[in-house]
C-alpha cells in the first residue's frame, strides 16, 4: 500500500508565493512519475505539474514560468514551488504517484490540500 501525505496549503495574496510538500511512502516501484493535480469548485480535475524519476517534468500552460515542480528520489518527496500566484489558481491541490510494474499501472492520491490566492 501507498500513502501520499500533502503539506504547505493556505491562504495568499495576490502575487504572492506558496510551496506544496509530498511525501510518498510504501512499496514504491523506483520508476514512477510523481505530479501535482488540481480542482477547482465545478470544475474538473487537472494536470498543474509533473516529474518522473528520471527528472523529466511537464507543466500545463497555465502555470509554465511561474511553477517550479521537483522532487527527492531518495526520500519519495515532490515539491511545487508556487510563484506569482493568481486568484485562478484557487483550487484543492492533489498529489499523485504513478508507475507500472508488470503491466499493470498503480495510481495514487493525497487527500489534497486548499490553496486559496485572494486579497
Known amino acids: 500500500q501507498v500513502q501520499l501525505v500533502e503539506s504547505g496549503g493556505g491562504l495568499v495574496q495576490p502575487g504572492g508565493s506558496l510551496r506544496l510538500s509530498c511525501a510518498a511512502s510504501g512499496s514504491i516501484f523506483s520508476i514512477n512519475t510523481m505530479g501535482w493535480y488540481r480542482q477547482a469548485p465545478g470544475k474538473q480535475r487537472e494536470l498543474v505539474a509533473a516529474i518522473t524519476s528520471g527528472g523529466s517534468t511537464h507543466y500545463a500552460d497555465s502555470v509554465k514560468g511561474r511553477f517550479t515542480i521537483s522532487r527527492d528520489n531518495a526520500k519519495n518527496t515532490v515539491d511545487l514551488q508556487m510563484n506569482n500566484l493568481k486568484p485562478e489558481d484557487t483550487a484543492v491541490y492533489y498529489c499523485?504517484?504513478?508507475?507500472?510494474?508488470?503491466?499493470?499501472?498503480?495510481?495514487?492520491w493525497g487527500q489534497g490540500t486548499q490553496v486559496t490566492v485572494s486579497s
Open positions: 499523485n504517484l504513478n508507475f507500472e510494474l508488470l503491466l499493470q499501472t498503480y495510481n495514487y
